[in-house]
């Protein structure tokens, strides 16, 4: 049966205590209609969060191992607890003990099958053993938890001292401690188990903490449409703004971002839900390594990059498959493996691509081969990038930098035949580039590419003997602000101030534009 929402959830519990049953019968019931895993089942038959559950659990444990440290549960860790053996975490026979306790029930009604099945052999026997011990009292399935002592004010409507009127309610918020539970079962060290000085109560600890940073409970981590549609725009909007804005600060959003979609993926969402936040990760974690690469960090990047392949698997989303390999193709040009930066683009062309992500992997492929010296597929890939921009006929998913724009067409162009030595072309292209961005909306206007595309255009410039036009391109490079001197952009200033070193006219305009560019590079941020 479809829903088990909250509201359905307290129908049915209130109908079915008032007619008689028990939280036990509650449970089941719920298990039925809704498919709820054991012991979330046990927890919306009371009408408990997951953090009322923590607390109590912290109370619980506390009351049964007095005298004892003890580490207060937190309600992500319950939830994980929930979803074992699909995803979460394993509860341990000692956590089971105590939810049995919360809960008023007996351990089996806490499993199932695929429970025991996926315990180790270890667990089974100690959960055996504690369900045969001959002085363990019987659960007290009819019993209602006692509520906790009324306070001294007395309600509106009722005097002090008279006697309160007969109520029917659901369980109260707190369940009594048997007192007559032995010892032996929640004494520190009592067949092993030791819950002050087990690693247990380290993880816990750590786990408070680590709650304390998501920013999401797992309770409250239900995705609806609306929460889909925010997500997607803030991803299109850090897209988008990586074009104009300094880099470091826009990949701290995207990081945060990818962080907030994590902790609702590590909530309970439904499935289809699950696939748009697998793909939202996927394209976070995409952006992030394609931002760490413009930064200066590919160890990093290529972390992500296969983190947002895992995604796309896990979605199973063929256009991300490929902007993937295109953010690959670029870490791989960029660490010096110009062939595998190709061979990447390439594989990245044969997945489902629709947007411009193919001119993208086209052009991407085009500058690997070139610069790995195959000049004749350098050229054949550039062809099936201009006839991939003719029949382009579909919107970017994303849009921002995983986008493919006529000018950063012609920037990665431009660069190619800098690679073939066909500098006339190589101007050209990369000029075309730059006057693109000029006249595009001031939203779309890429610096990074632009910068790029001017270094490009000066250095067949310097190649051609013209250190004129050389120093007219590099203008508008020498007066980026620190903060947007990506480390790509000082590294290509850099390979350009060794080319006039090397290869330059010489002479002072020479030296003096080899100065400049060497003091762009030490005061870069």
């Keep these: ?74 309600g992500t860790r319950i939830g994980e607890y929930e979803r074992w053996p699909v995803g979460g975490r394993r509860p341990s026979p000692y956590v089971l003990t105590v939810l049995a306790e919360v809960y008023g029930t007996d351990l089996a009604g806490l499993l199932d099958q695929a429970d025991t099945r996926a315990m180790p052999e270890q667990d089974r026997t100690v959960l055996a053993a504690l369900t045969r011990r001959p002085d363990r009292p019987a659960p007290r399935r009819e019993e209602q938890p006692v509520a906790p002592p009324r306070p001294a004010v007395p309600e509106p409507g009722i005097a002090a001292g008279a006697p309160e009127p007969a109520r029917v309610s659901p369980p109260p918020l707190v369940a009594t401690v048997d007192s007559r539970r032995p010892s032996w079962l929640f004494g520190p060290g009592a067949n092993g188990i030791d819950p002050a000085g087990s690693a247990e109560a380290e993880i816990v600890a750590g786990a408070a903490t680590a709650a304390a940073e998501f920013g999401e409970r797992a309770e409250a981590s239900s995705v609806g449409p609306i929460t889909l549609e925010q997500l997607q725009q803030d991803l299109r909007a850090i897209a988008r703004d990586y074009l104009t804005q300094p880099p470091f600060p826009v990949l701290r959003r995207t990081l945060h971002q990818r962080q907030r979609v994590v902790a609702l993926l590590e909530g309970r969402v439904r499935p289809a839900h699950a696939r748009e936040l697998y793909l939202l990760a996927g394209r976070l974690c995409g952006l992030a390594a394609w931002m760490m690469v413009d930064l200066g960090y590919p160890t990093e990047a290529g972390t992500h990059a296969r983190i947002a392949g895992l995604c796309a698997d896990l979605a199973d989303h063929s256009p991300l498959r490929g902007w993937v390999r295109a953010t690959q193709s670029k870490l791989a040009y960029w660490d010096g493996r110009p062939r595998s930066s190709a061979e990447l683009a390439e594989e990245g062309l044969r997945q489902n691509v629709r947007d411009s992500g193919r001119v993208m992997l086209a052009a991407l492929a085009a500058r690997g081969w070139a610069k790995a010296g195959d000049a004749d597929r350098a050229r054949t890939a550039l062809a099936v990038a201009t006839t991939e921009r003719e029949t382009l006929a579909v919107a970017d998913e994303v849009g921002g930098v995983w986008s493919c724009s006529q000018a950063h067409q012609h920037y990665l162009a ?32 890429c610096y990074g590419a632009e910068s790029m595309a001017l270094l490009d255009s000066a250095t067949a410039h310097v190649l051609t003997g013209d250190l004129t036009e050389a120093a007219h391109r590099l203008a508008p490079v020498l007066e980026l602000p620190p903060e947007k001197r990506a480390t790509l952009i000082t590294a290509r200033a850099g390979d350009l101030r060794r080319t006039l070193t090397r290869s330059g006219p010489g002479g002072r305009p020479a030296a003096e534009l080899a100065s400049d560019l060497a003091h762009f590079e030490r005061t870069a941020s």
């Excluded at 961005?437 to 001031?442: D, R």
């Design 1 to 74: 049966m479809k829903s088990g929402a909250k509201a359905d959830r307290s129908a049915l519990r209130h109908q079915l205590l008032d007619a008689g049953q028990t939280i036990d019968d509650v449970a089941a019931e719920m298990r039925r209609r809704w498919r709820f895993r054991p012991r979330e089942s046990y927890r919306h038959a009371h009408g408990w969060s997951q953090d009322e559950v923590a607390a109590r659990f912290t109370e619980v444990a506390a009351g049964l191992a007095a005298g004892t440290r003890t580490v207060p549960m937190v």
């Design 414 to 445: 431009g660069t190619t035949h800098l690679w073939l030595r066909d500098l006339e072309k190589s101007a050209r292209a990369a000029d075309r580039a730059v006057w693109l961005y000029q006249i595009a909306h001031p939203t779309e206007r």
